[in-house]
Nanobody, 126 residues
Framework: QVQLVESGGGLVQAGGSLRLSCTTS???????????MGWFRQAPGKAREFVAA????????VHADSVKGRFTISRDNAKNTVYLQMNSLNPEDTAVYYC????????????????WGQGIQVTVSS
């Protein structure tokens, strides 16, 4: 059984920072570095949206325009963990954040991701 577990969410004031972590485990999960990893978010009443993705090696990444320059995705394959560093947070970033694993190199499409975490709440107060 594959598990993705997010941590690091919470309540922060506008302008603040948070770092989300997502650790993977499971007997049927292939080598962590063979998966592209992504972060998505879903705000109340809105559809889930792409935030960032990174290749298995960590050598390439892509970020949504709405977070570019403020958020950074990274990974540590030795720890089976992917991170999302979030700086200059604003209330529009309030959402449940999900990490996901894809067998594609890396992709912005949620349908390409096979495994998902349970999500973690990030709330930014004004």
């Amino acid at each position: 059984q594959v598990q993705l577990v997010e941590s690091g969410g919470g309540l922060v004031q506008a302008g603040g920072s948070l770092r989300l972590s997502c650790t993977t485990s499971g007997r049927t999960f292939r080598t962590f570095s063979s998966y592209g990893m992504g972060w998505f978010r879903q705000a109340p009443g809105k559809a889930r949206e792409f935030v960032a993705a990174i290749t298995g090696s960590g050598g390439n990444s892509v970020h949504a325009d709405s977070v570019k320059g403020r958020f950074t995705i990274s990974r540590d394959n030795a720890k089976n963990t992917v991170y999302l560093q979030m700086n200059s947070l604003n209330p529009e970033d309030t959402a449940v954040y999900y990490c996901a694993a894809s067998e594609a190199v890396y992709t912005v499409r949620s349908s390409d991701y096979s495994y998902w975490g349970q999500g973690i709440q990030v709330t930014v107060s004004s």
